[in-house]
């Protein structure tokens, strides 16, 4: 909290004496301005429309990805087969930015909604299938062949023995992922005409209302940052064997 206000202290200080040294704060609003705005917005149900549609796009592109990733990123992990067919695509595209996948998502996909949903997907998928590969690949081997040894089934030794040594990577892989998904799905609501907080930041730097973009900076960072902290303590849970 203290390096928070600290921050605000700087930010109220360089805006109000129009600071200039490498970057310039002459048309940037003071906090105050901007948490008049804020007040302003959240007495208004349209900002509210704006976070739930959101919301509810990068809930359903997360899931997509974490359910997809996960499946795609352990049989990688443990086929080679596998690995050596997706491992090329995966490369390919995972560079690729979420804004230069606009125009193809328009011309592929029959929805702005299901658009967006695809770009905020491209976002957190990769990170997800990288990290779960990277921690089924990591298993001790000690621990499989003494599983195998004692006979457990090539099931028994995924579900009790792969998938708990790779869990703290995959839930690494989820957090960056939740973050990413969000950064997609700012690229992904420019092509939206309707709601949500990436498209509110849009169109208030469209109509130069500098205030509203920060707010809808900030949302979006808050709206990341409680996203990423559910993931973590959902998940912690399933890592208690780390204890």
Known sequence: M???LILIGLWHLAATNDFRLLLDFENVPAPAVVGGVLLELL???????????????????FGLATVSGIALGV???????????????VEIFRPIPAVAWIPLAILMLPTEQSSIIFITFLGAFFPIVLNTMHGV???PKELVRAARALGASSTSILIHVVLPAALPSIVAGM?????????????GEII?????IGYFTWSSYSLIQYPQIIVGMVTIGLLGTLST??????????LRWQR
């Open 229 to 238: 902290l559910l993931v973590r303590y959902g998940t912690r849970p399933f």
């Open 192 to 196: 939206s005409g309707q709601y949500g």
């Open 43 to 61: 007495s208004s149900d349209t900002f509210y429309r704006h976070i739930v549609a959101s919301v509810e796009r990068v809930a359903v592109a």
């Open 75 to 89: 049989f990688m992990g443990r086929i080679r087969i596998v690995e050596d067919v997706f491992s090329p695509y």
């Open 175 to 187: 957090a960056i992922g939740m973050g990413i998904a969000w950064f997609s799905l700012l690229a």
């Open 137 to 139: 690949d990591q298993t």
């Open 2 to 4: 203290l390096s928070v």
